[in-house]
């Protein structure tokens, strides 16, 4: 038996892991992830809201769930991860419909040291989710993994992100032959809110079970941090994906995230609060583009609010002339 741990410096730069297992994108798999998160994104619930969208028999998959799944898969690269600290240049360049099979390969591509001595270490990960000879998104993902040996770290220093490319360029991943519905209410730039719902984050080693994610301090409370299990944290995007679809009843998908930080754990039974603006907006073919800002704060009996996500992702929304 060879179950691999790495810590960081274990990681060769360049070299691609051993890949986590194909998973196809079925009925039931999308079931547990909308009894988890509950997603109310119509296209991804109904078969009829699909087809009148994309022209096809097959639903489309929650866009979170594509992710979660590729992000899970990614693991085999995480299994000691201290913390995910950020994602870069997320964008689904094409769509997942049920029946579709996934499949991810991760390749460690820099390292750094922390601020903090020698024990910890920041990997950058590139990440190519297929199916089949199909590439779904090309993205990459900053892990904090620990350090055994120093000696043996590549420390490359970690790049900058690739400066961000204007909010029209995002039509290129918009499928061509997509029908938009009728607006059904307005946008603008600078509308910001607060959803009034707030949501209990639960089920979180479901999820990660659900999308074969490895990572220890997700599982074992003695890998999490001072005795408790950390969320995952596609868990926490997942439910401020669902404040979207609750609070913007004209919203088809998510096609791309700018970026995406983790500002601080999360734990199960914490109360999150989502706060979203809108930032920009382009319209294509039918559709609206909007870039915007959504921030998730969890609240502890006998603690102060902390905010614990930043998320700047790329909606796609019903409506808009051109």
Not at 18 to 40: H, L, R, W
Not at 66 to 80: C, F, H, K, M, P
Not at 89 to 105: E, F, H, M, N
Not at 301 to 319: F, I, K, N, R, Y
């Amino acid at each position: 038996m060879n179950v691999s741990l790495p810590f960081a410096e274990d990681l060769v730069l360049g070299v691609p892991l051993p890949v986590a297992p194909e998973v196809t994108i079925d009925a039931g798999i999308a079931g547990q992830y909308q009894a988890i998160v509950g997603d109310s994104l119509r296209p991804a619930l109904s078969d009829v809201v699909s087809h009148q969208l994309t022209g096809r028999r097959e639903r489309l998959v929650n866009p979170a769930l594509v992710l979660s799944v590729s992000i899970g898969q990614s693991t085999v690269a995480t299994r000691r991860v201290i913390a995910n600290l950020q994602y870069r240049g997320i964008a689904l360049q094409d769509q997942v419909y049920l029946g579709d099979s996934l499949q991810t390969v991760v390749t460690p591509i820099a390292a750094d040291w922390t601020r903090n001595g020698r024990e910890r270490a920041k990997v950058l990960l590139s990440m190519r989710l297929t199916r089949g000879d199909d590439i779904v998104a090309d993205y990459q993902r900053l892990a904090l993994l620990p350090v055994l040996d120093p000696s043996r770290l590549a420390a490359t220093g970690i790049p900058d992100a690739a400066p961000e490319q204007p909010l029209s360029d995002a039509e290129r991943w918009l499928p061509a032959t997509w029908v938009s519905a009728e607006a059904t209410a307005p946008t603008a730039v600078g509308d910001e809110w607060q959803d009034p719902l707030a949501d209990t984050v639960s089920s979180a080693r479901e999820l990660v079970r659900l999308t074969h994610n490895l990572a220890a301090t997700h599982r074992d409370f003695r890998q999490g941090l001072d005795g408790q299990r950390l969320v995952y944290g596609g868990h926490t995007v997942g439910l401020a994906q669902a404040s979207l679809a609750r609070t913007m009843p004209d919203l088809v998908t998510v096609v791309a995230w700018r970026s995406c930080s983790h500002l601080a754990p999360v734990f199960e039974e914490d109360l999150l609060t989502v706060h979203t603006r809108i930032d920009a907006i382009a319209k294509v073919r039918g559709f609206r583009l909007v870039d915007a800002t959504v921030m998730a704060t969890a609240h502890r009996p006998g603690s102060d609010p902390v905010e614990v996500l930043e998320w700047h992702p790329v909606l796609v929304l019903a409506g808009g002339s051109e």
